[in-house]
């Protein structure tokens, strides 16, 4: 059974740096379209960043410049860079195939403040 597991979240000031990690159990990434997602507090969730199997990849206009979305194909794993973070980044971060969504993970907490 696909189990999506997300990880690298956490309380980080202005400015600062996280990598998140997506794996998924039982399973290889490697195959499918990757995109990293965020739902903030009383807001829908939004993508932010997307990876194809060939390895292009696309930003939201808010992170552009300060994400970057790659991918590890002999891990199986998905990353995403975040730097110069904003407290507006503040979010629950989750991966899935964003062409033909699995079920969610829990997700990783990324909590900006000072």
């Known amino acids: 059974q696909l189990q999506l597991v997300e990880s690298g979240g956490g309380l980080v000031q202005p400015g600062g740096s996280l990598r998140l990690s997506c794996a998924a159990s039982?399973?290889?990434?490697?195959?499918?379209?990757i995109g990293w997602f965020r739902q903030a507090p009383g807001k829908q969730r939004e993508l932010v960043a997307r990876?194809?199997?060939?390895?292009?990849?696309d930003y939201l206009d808010s992170v552009k410049g300060r994400f970057t979305i790659s991918r590890d194909n002999i891990k199986g794993a998905v990353y995403l860079q975040m730097d110069s973070l904003k407290p507006d980044d503040t979010a629950v971060y989750y991966c899935n195939n964003y062409a033909d969504t699995w079920s969610w993970g829990q997700g990783t907490q990324v909590t900006v403040s000072s």
């Open positions: 039982g399973f290889t990434l490697d195959y499918y379209p």
């Open positions: 990876i194809t199997t060939d390895k292009e990849t």
